[in-house]
């Protein structure tokens, strides 16, 4: 399958809602606690990275959300991964591989040196 990704931008937002709530409720069985307004806010102002993977009918059907962090033991830049979703139907058809490469590459794009 041919798949996109790239940084998430406000326009996403309502449809990383829904994404946020399918993963929240897949994985802890709850519901998302967070707000329209604030998740555009968060990706606005770049206080979290978000990639999303895009079918080629431009759907969004995966995202990966981290965190730059800084390891003070190597003293070193890196990323830290705190949410991943696929949708199921698209699950072992390469979206999450993609994802991963393109993190890993923004964050030594940043001067990161782990993910």
Known sequence: MAYSTRKAVQSDVPR?????????????QGAWGGTLELLERHISNNEVEILVAESSEK???AFVAATITYDL??????????DFYVVPLYRGRGAAMFLII??????ERRGGKFL
């Open 16 to 28: 990383l809602a829904r994404l946020l709530e399918d993963y929240i409720r897949e994985t802890y």
């Open 73 to 82: 033991h190597w003293c070193m830049k890196g990323g830290e991964i705190i």
């Open 59 to 61: 759907e969004i059907i």
């Open 102 to 107: 393109d993190l890993a590459a923004e964050i």
